[in-house]
């Protein structure tokens, strides 16, 4: 509380400006320099989505983009089909929408979270298999 | 491209096995001829054989900081090319005769060191000397790879800005778990970062985490006295030289205290109290 009251009466010092710059500045940079793992990374994401959907593997897009004060992991990933049997309570109605978007927001944190769409939902139809 | 054997080196007595040590930090102008030079004149201080070698073919600056320019007679590729030996090329220190430089060639280009040939000038000066420091150029090309190719121990010079630690921070990737990196911290301004107006040690090394080795603070001296080519540790006193000989220390071994700086009060208060006897920190 009292943490609260001086971060709202005192300005941000330039030092922490500094700071938060730097950290983003290297969370992106070791993004960049570690691809094998952010492709691995991608693969995992992809596989855990695809235990609960039918994903279009070809065109799911997967980038990380700096927005405000924080680092966001923005996928964009086309459903061709819902798995009757996976997980969802109400299994009867097989859901036909070939145009679902999911955003994932990776290192979330506060203030991001109460934006709640972050990237826009680029509408990819694809014809149902 | 042929193996060139290393020269064998005359044995008079059991051969040393010196530390060889880069100072590198990826940005330019953050001081690493200063810290190389100072180490150099701290080590050489305690009695430890010294060679500093200038890895900045092209932009030679080591013997303008150590006040030895006028001397400078042969470089480091005239001895990676065979044309002189090892010892003419030697330039020993006005002040200590402990400390030697090998100066870097200044019409030269950093591709024409045989990075090879570097390893293995760095391994035969191992074995005359008890330190060899090798003062880094700047970026992480060809240059970086010669200097760090003899080296097994790096120190990273950083100053508190958020420039020079992205750039550590990339070295320090670049150098991996072999060199052991360790920090100084340099130019920092204690007054500036109380008023948080620039980074702290201790924000600088949240993000590297590194073993801190020292802190250098940022005092006009260090200018007056490169201006001069008298490195400030050739002082024994005052916080500065004293900050370059506890480095020096650790360096050694020695159980020294947490590296500190000292904030100088400079406001009228503070003034005032030093005026009338107050012991201040």
Not at chain 1, 36 to 58: H, L, S, T
Not at chain 1, 77 to 100: F, H, Q, T, Y
Not at chain 2, 1 to 15: A, C, L, R, S
Request: glycine letters at 8%; proline letters at 5%.
């Amino acid at each position: 509380m009292i943490d609260w009251v001086r971060k709202f009466f005192a300005p941000t010092t330039s030092s922490q400006t500094a700071k938060e710059r730097l950290r983003l500045v290297l969370m992106t940079d070791h993004l960049s320099l570690a691809p094998e793992m952010i492709e691995q990374m991608k693969r995992d994401f992809i596989d855990v989505i695809a235990k609960y959907v039918e994903v279009d593997r070809d065109k799911i897009e997967i980038n990380f983009e700096q927005q405000d004060k924080a680092l966001a992991m923005l996928a964009n990933v086309p459903i061709l089909a819902v798995n009757r049997n996976s997980g969802g309570g109400d299994g009867g109605s097989k859901k036909e929408e070939p145009k679902a978007t999911e955003v994932a927001n990776a290192l979330p944190r506060r203030k991001r979270r109460k934006k709640s769409t972050v990237a826009p939902s680029t509408a990819s139809p694809a014809p149902a298999g | 491209m042929h193996e060139v054997q290393p020269e064998p080196v005359p044995v008079t007595q059991t051969p040393k096995r010196g530390r060889a040590i880069v100072i590198t930090s990826g940005k330019g102008g953050v001081g690493k001829t200063t810290t190389t030079a100072n180490l150099g004149h701290a080590l050489a201080a305690r009695g430890c054989s010294v060679a500093l070698i200038d890895a900045d073919v092209g932009l030679r600056n080591l013997d303008i900081v150590l006040g030895l320019e006028s001397r400078v007679k042969h470089h480091v590729l005239d001895v990676l090319e065979g044309k002189v030996e090892l010892e003419e090329a030697l330039v020993r220190d006005k002040h200590n005769e402990n400390l030697v430089l090998l100066a870097a060639a200044q019409t030269r280009e950093k591709d024409e060191v045989d990075t090879e040939k570097m390893k293995a000038l760095v391994e035969q000066m191992r074995e005359r000397f008890d330190y060899v420091i090798i003062d880094c150029p700047a970026g992480i090309e060809l240059g970086f790879k010669n200097a760090v190719i003899g080296a097994d121990e790096a120190i990273v010079v950083c100053t508190p800005e958020v420039s020079a630690v992205r750039d550590v921070d990339r070295v320090v990737g670049l150098l991996g778990n072999r060199f052991r990196p360790q920090l100084i911290v340099n130019r920092l301004r204690p007054a500036l970062v109380k008023k948080g107006k620039m980074l702290s040690v201790e924000d600088v090394n949240a993000i590297l985490r590194l073993p801190l080795l020292g802190v250098i603070a940022d005092e006009p001296e260090i200018i007056i006295t490169t201006n001069r080519g008298e490195p400030i540790a050739l002082r024994r006193d005052g916080a500065t030289a004293s900050a370059y000989h506890a480095i020096a220390a650790r360096i050694a071994g020695d159980d020294v205290p947490a590296p500190t700086v000292e904030t100088k009060e400079t406001s009228f208060f503070g003034k005032l109290g030093a005026i009338f006897g107050g012991s201040k920190a």
